[in-house]
């Protein structure tokens, strides 16, 4: 199984918006609608932001959105602030009960 | 609260087994799929693992097809992996996860296998 392709990097300014892509295959991003993201500060766990494409869990602000266009999911956070800088992730099912992870995006609030 | 408390890791040579518990409170434990999945710390997440909420079906990455056992008692509220044969590239962080929606997921805070002779 291969990772779900992510830059490794991403930046912006305070107030300005930010997009991060996922790009996956026919087969994984482009068959299912199960494309989590997940966001990760040093030395916590990683919270869930955004579940089947689209949706944000209850207390995410709305400033976190997420979209697909055939086999590349991606996660805008809108309205940038300084607590925003941290580890994206995103993820979607696969299939046969299996799941898989993109490489990761360190998103940089200049 | 939803808490999510792993336990079980270590320090093993290759080739070797462990256990890993994740005792979960908070939430009707049975009701939820869950999830294994490891992180080296400083990198990326791998999926490792998930199992049905009755525990009738699971899935596991290739890497680990074979040598990893999911499985859970919901009487205790526990979810668990047994990892044998293990290798240097287990090592990690290995997290469990609630599936609190669909293909989203709720982290405990990991316990840390290191795989090494």
């Known amino acids: 199984q291969s990772a779900l392709t992510q830059p490794p990097s991403a930046s912006g300014s305070p107030g300005q918006s930010v997009t991060i892509s996922c790009t996956g295959t026919s087969s994984d991003v482009g068959a299912y609608n199960y494309v989590s993201w997940y966001q990760q500060h040093p030395g916590k766990a990683p919270k869930l932001m955004i579940y089947e494409v689209t949706k944000r869990p209850s207390g995410v602000p709305d400033r976190f959105s997420g979209s697909k266009y055939g086999s590349t999911a991606s996660l805008t956070v809108s309205g940038l602030q300084a607590e925003d800088e941290a580890d994206y992730y995103c993820?979607?099912?696969?299939?046969?009960?299996?799941?898989?992870f993109g490489g990761g995006t360190k998103l940089t609030v200049l | 609260e939803v808490q999510l408390v792993e336990s079980g890791g270590g320090l093993v040579q290759p080739g070797g087994s462990l256990r890993l518990s994740c005792a979960a409170s908070g939430f009707t434990f049975s009701s939820y799929l869950m999830h294994w999945v490891r992180q080296v710390p400083g990198k990326g997440l791998v999926w490792v693992s998930r199992i049905y909420s009755d525990g009738s079906k699971k899935g596991y990455a290739d890497s680990v097809k074979g040598r990893f056992t999911i499985s859970r008692d919901n009487a205790k509220n526990t979810l668990y992996l047994q990892m044998s044969s293990l290798r240097d590239e287990d090592t990690g962080i290995y997290h469990c996860?609630?599936?609190?929606?669909?293909?989203?997921?709720?982290w405990g805070q990991g316990t840390m296998v290191t795989v090494s002779s």
């Open positions: 996860t609630r599936e609190s929606d669909p293909g989203g997921l709720e």
């Open positions: 993820s979607s099912y696969v299939g046969s009960d299996n799941f898989e």
